[in-house]
């Protein structure tokens, strides 16, 4: 079968537990419209069948669970002007959702690249499973825009402003930097990851009636994946990113003079210097206004902002430098952090509404 013929998802039933299978391996499993719609609609009708007691979902191929959203398919349908591009992040915003409130166990398999949308339907699950192989990362602001798929409410609730780190940098982290702070509760030894008869027998074992510290049990041994390289810099990521608004983050990473910090904090600036400087105000703002709504404020935020973002923001051209015309310089308007005026950030949740 060619692409378009071909299932983007897969769907099964081992043990009792229904197997979803992002099924776009070519793609790193990106997210696209017809997925969404495939993956809410099975979602749907093992929501009431009584034979299935769990769900998981996965990635096809050994590299990626899901590396985000279509995000050219975006491009292209808001440049073509045929609306797809907002039903898609409306229909994406509602999967999520759904997953969060959803009345049966749901478990991610977070194996590989988990990203954007992949963190979207990866993070509201009851479980979330790493492996050796996962990277994991919010990068939205490469490419000029903001962690949204409720990145607005699981970011900020990372202890020690570590989700602001996440967020205003785009970093990518390890399995064992998602135990370490907050976005995964489990890891599997990669090899381990295509046993489902196995793995659905582990879910089913799951005494999910209890509160969530007291169900993994045997899942708390993460398999051999070493130290957490954030939680050496934590101490410094809770001072920079714990300033109020992204250019006193900036501020504060200049004057970080500790010898174990120092080279952190110039390699974060850099970092930094290379994102869109209008995404990045924006996305501490977007961040500190989610810090105290819930899920389903969160995601309405973000398709407000989405709406304004399109036609104003820098999304566009993140996509042509990177993915469109591939020149790989991106010409982000304004070019500097330092040109970001408060008045500015606030137009665009002033036109998205009462956000």
């Given at each position: 079968m060619s692409d378009v013929e071909a299932p983007v998802v897969l769907s099964e039933v081992v043990e009792g537990v229904g197997v979803l299978t992002l099924n776009r391996p070519k793609a790193l499993n990106a997210l696209s419209l017809r997925m969404v719609r495939d993956l809410y609609a099975q979602l749907s009708?093992?929501?009431?069948?009584?034979?299935?007691?769990?769900?998981?979902?996965?990635?096809?191929?050994?590299?990626?669970?899901?590396?985000?959203?279509?995000?050219?398919?975006?491009?292209?349908?808001?440049?073509?002007?045929?609306?797809?591009?907002?039903?898609?992040?409306?229909?994406?915003?509602?999967?999520?959702?759904?997953?969060?409130?959803?009345?049966?166990?749901?478990?991610?398999?977070?194996?590989?690249?988990?990203?954007?949308?992949?963190?979207?339907?990866?993070?509201?699950?009851?479980?979330?499973?790493?492996?050796?192989?996962?990277?994991?990362?919010?990068?939205?602001?490469?490419?000029?825009y903001f962690p949204d798929v409720g990145g607005s409410f699981f970011l900020p609730r990372l202890p020690g402003f570590m989700g602001f780190y996440l967020g205003l940098t785009g970093v990518q982290i390890g399995a064992a930097d998602a135990l370490f702070c907050g976005l995964a509760d489990a890891c599997l030894p990669s090899t381990h990851v295509d046993d489902l008869a196995t793995l659905a027998r582990r879910i089913n074992a799951v005494p999910w009636h209890r509160p969530p510290q007291q169900r993994l049990g045997a899942w708390t041994t993460p398999a051999d994946i070493g130290d957490a390289p954030l939680a050496a810099i934590s101490e410094a990521v809770a001072l920079h990113f714990g300033q109020s608004g992204a250019a006193a983050i900036v501020a504060s990473l200049r004057r970080e003079r500790r010898p174990q910090f120092r080279p952190w904090a110039e390699e974060t600036l850099a970092l930094i210097a290379r994102r869109s400087p209008l995404a990045v105000a924006v996305t501490w703002e977007l961040l500190s206004r989610g810090s105290g709504a819930?899920?389903?404020?969160?995601?309405?935020?973000?398709?407000?902002?989405?709406?304004?973002?399109?036609?104003?923001?820098?999304?566009?051209?993140?996509?042509?430098?990177?993915?469109?015309?591939?020149?790989?310089?991106?010409?982000?308007?304004?070019?500097?952090?330092?040109?970001?005026?408060?008045?500015?950030?606030?137009?665009?949740?002033?036109?998205?509404?009462?956000?």
């Open positions: 009708l093992w929501a009431t069948d009584p034979d299935i007691r769990a769900v998981l979902v996965r990635g096809a191929g050994e590299k990626a669970f899901c590396a985000g959203g279509d995000i050219r398919a975006l491009h292209d349908s808001y440049r073509a002007g045929d609306g797809d591009w907002l039903r898609f992040f409306e229909e994406e915003y509602a999967l999520d959702l759904f997953i969060a409130e959803y009345p049966k166990p749901y478990v991610a398999l977070m194996d590989g690249y988990t990203m954007g949308g992949g963190m979207g339907i990866g993070q509201p699950a009851a479980l979330r499973i790493v492996t050796g192989r996962t990277r994991m990362a919010m990068p939205e602001v490469g490419i000029g819930p899920l389903a404020d969160c995601l309405r935020m973000e398709l407000a902002l989405d709406k304004v973002w399109l036609p104003r923001g820098e999304l566009l051209e993140g996509v042509r430098a990177l993915l469109v015309d591939k020149d790989q310089q991106p010409r982000w308007n304004p070019p500097t952090l330092e040109q970001v005026d408060e008045a500015l950030i606030q137009s665009f949740f002033a036109a998205a509404g009462h956000y």
